[in-house]
C-alpha cells in the first residue's frame, strides 16, 4: 500500500495549522478518541488488506483509498464508522446490509460492533474491481 503525503502542500507532514485538522492516515488515527480508536484501525486494516494496491490520502477530512481515481473515503464520527464506497456499490450490496444503516453513498458501522469483516472486504474488492475494469464478473460472483 502505498500513501500519498502531499509535500508541496505541507512540506512538514504537520497537521494544518490553520484548521488544527489531520492531514496524514496516521495523524486522523491518532486523533480518534481512545474508546473507538481500536475499532476505527480494524476497519482500516479490513479495508487496506482489500486493496493492497491502493494508494491511502485524504479526502473530505476522511480516510481515502485511490486506484485510478478515489476507491472509496472511511471515517470514524459520534457513534459510528462511516464507509463511503460510491451509491451503486451501496446498491449492489443492499441485500447483504439490511443489518446496517445506509443512506446514498454512506454505510454505518455502530461503535462497540462486530464490523462485518467479510461484507467490507468484499465492497472494497468490488470497488477495486470496477476501478480495474472488472465490475461485471465480480458482480455475477457475488
Known amino acids: 500500500m502505498k500513501l500519498a503525503i502531499n509535500k508541496l502542500k505541507n512540506p512538514t507532514n504537520k ?63 459520534k457513534g459510528h464508522y462511516g464507509l463511503y464506497p460510491m451509491p451503486a456499490t451501496i446498491i449492489t450490496f443492499k441485500d447483504k446490509l439490511v443489518k446496517y444503516e445506509t443512506s446514498k453513498g454512506a454505510i454505518k458501522f455502530n461503535h462497540g460492533e462486530s464490523l462485518p469483516k467479510k461484507i467490507i472486504a468484499d465492497i472494497v474488492k468490488y470497488r477495486v474491481n470496477q476501478k480495474l475494469g472488472k465490475s461485471a464478473k465480480l458482480a455475477k460472483s457475488q
Do not use: D, V, W
Request: net charge positive; proline share 6%; glycine share 6%.
Open 15 to 77: 497537521s494544518n495549522k490553520l484548521t488544527n485538522k489531520p492531514i496524514t492516515p496516521a495523524e486522523y488515527i491518532k486523533a480518534i478518541p481512545l474508546s473507538c480508536r481500536a475499532g476505527f484501525k480494524e476497519l482500516h486494516q479490513i479495508i487496506i488488506a482489500a486493496a493492497p494496491e491502493a494508494i491511502q490520502g485524504m479526502t473530505y477530512g476522511m480516510l481515502s483509498l485511490k486506484l485510478n481515481g478515489l476507491l472509496l473515503c472511511y471515517a470514524s464520527h
